[in-house]
């Protein structure tokens, strides 16, 4: 089966500036993930949808972040305007149900100049 | 709030060296997932355990949950330089969403 999909790999943007993340899930998964990995931590949720139904946004800055899965599918994940702080991998999982094994795509890393 | 504490943060040995990495919360779970990260890549499931006292072996690696359900620990024999990586535990929570609670990672460096 296909993994999940993540674009782009790379981004480079200067702070202030907006910026957007894509994900495609494994077919027939309901629950996707975003996930900012800060290098050399584990993963921290931003936010899980259940379908297109968000579970939970409780770690998601909602001033300058907000993610949309529309139809229950491909996912978008953006964050206006960016901070420095927000340099990180932005990682996409999704998985058949809540708390059930994750599949990850290999990430977006973002850069904050 | 539910934690997951990792340790070592980080390792480094040299080839054919035995290792265990641990994982403890005070909080239950109803299962516990181990993952691998290799540079570049996200995370890839090596195993699940979910019953109290359960064992697991995946080659070289034997994951082992604990009776009462709140931690677990990965013990790698005759490490090899392949097994370099961040290694990753993570909890089922008992509540209804079923989240994952992830522990801040075990990076490992295995010197040939």
């Known amino acids: 089966e296909a993994g999940v999909a993540q674009s782009p790999r790379y981004k480079i943007i200067e702070k202030r500036q907006s910026v957007a993340f894509w994900c495609n899930p494994i077919?027939?998964?309901?629950?996707l993930y975003w996930y900012q990995q800060i290098l050399g931590q584990g993963p921290k949720l931003l936010i899980q949808?259940?379908?297109?139904?968000?579970?939970?946004d409780s770690q998601l800055p909602k001033d300058r972040f907000s993610a949309e899965r529309l139809k229950g599918v491909d996912s978008t994940l953006k964050i206006q305007p960016a901070k420095l702080e927000d340099s990180a991998v932005y990682l996409c999982?999704?998985?058949?149900?809540?708390?059930?094994?994750?599949?990850f795509g290999d990430g977006t890393r973002l850069s904050i100049l | 709030t539910q934690l997951l504490e990792q340790s070592p943060q980080f390792l480094s040995i040299q080839e054919g060296e035995n290792l265990t990495v641990y994982c403890n919360s005070s909080?239950?779970?109803?299962?516990l997932q181990w993952y691998r990260q290799e540079p570049g890549e996200g995370p890839v499931l090596l195993v699940t355990?979910?019953?109290g006292g359960e064992v697991k072996k995946l080659k070289r690696l034997t994951f082992q949950f604990g009776d009462a359900r709140k931690d677990s620990s990965l013990h790698i024999t005759a490490a090899q330089p392949g097994d370099t990586g961040l290694y990753l535990c993570?909890?089922?929570?008992?509540?209804?969403?079923?989240?994952?609670?992830w522990g801040a990672g075990t990076k490992l460096i295995i010197k040939p």
């Open positions: 999982a999704s998985s058949l149900e809540g708390g059930q094994p994750q599949h």
């Open positions: 077919s027939g998964h309901a629950t």
């Open positions: 949808f259940q379908n297109n139904g968000v579970v939970d």
């Open positions: 909080s239950v779970f109803s299962s």
């Open positions: 355990v979910v019953t």
């Open positions: 993570a909890g089922a929570s008992l509540g209804s969403n079923y989240q994952l609670i």
